[in-house]
């Protein structure tokens, strides 16, 4: 059995690390209110805008979303891989490194495949085995929509340049905070949308419609990857206020357990003392 000092200091060293668990995870449940509430009210904005895009997309030509939507024969693809720059948060980061690699090794096996990293996390570990063209790291650093959009803007003159046949955003979608589900979504080309979800809308266009969605798509994707990184800033604090907050209970739990320990260990040391000097007690009156 460990002596009393050193249990003491194990005592110790627990409760200094169960005062930074516990702060990182109250730090963490602040901003995650601030992110939860973004994405909360950016959801309804995004899904309508894809809505409008889709409904008068379907009333017009194939070719009326013009290069963003041109459909390529799937060669060279690029991944958009979403992580978080900072680690202690759980199976975040692991769980969107794991859908990249399956999404290489099992969608697109037959293709050449790139990735572009937004987070330090993602790009550190594939980094290692896989093309990385370009890494996002500062994007964390003050996010907003003129941040993303640049980001966007480039995914798209890429696109339109046919250095990739099709671009994909992996990221992990906020459900609450302690659920977080790997996303794979196509960002480029654009879905063709299905016949029957068509609806026929009564309105009268200024300009005309094939123009309005020339201007709504590129506003349509920068909003798309602008909703994916909000959903994965929100994960990533969900995570990590869950992380934090079980590791605050199981050091609290070690704690309790050493102190048991300890009580037990100074308890014997007491009694070991009184029989030392109820003996020697014994000794002189013999």
Known sequence: ??????IRNRITSIKSTMQITSAMKMVSAAKLKKAQDAITAMRPYSSKLTQLLQSLSATLDADAGGVYSTQREVKKVLLVVITSNRGLCGGFNSSIIKETIKTINEKY??????????????NDILSKSYTVIENNNSVFDNLSF??????AEKLMGIYADEKY???ELIYNQFKNAATQTPMVEQFLPIKPVESDTSVNLDYIFEPSKEKI????IPKSLKMQLYKSIRDSFASEHGARMTAMH??????????????????????????NE?????????????
């Open 1 to 6: 059995m460990a002596n009393l000092k050193e």
């Open 109 to 122: 096996a037959n293709s050449s495949v790139d990735l572009l990293t937004i987070g330090k996390k993602g």
């Open 146 to 151: 003129d941040s993303v959009a640049v980001i």
């Open 165 to 167: 046949d099709k671009i």
């Open 213 to 216: 969605v020339l201007e709504l």
């Open 246 to 271: 079980k590791a605050t209970d199981n050091a609290t739990e070690l704690r309790d357990e050493l102190l048991l320990t300890y009580n037990k260990a100074r308890q014997a040391a007491i009694t």
């Open 274 to 286: 009184i029989l030392e000097i109820v003996g020697g007690a014994e000794a002189l009156n013999n």
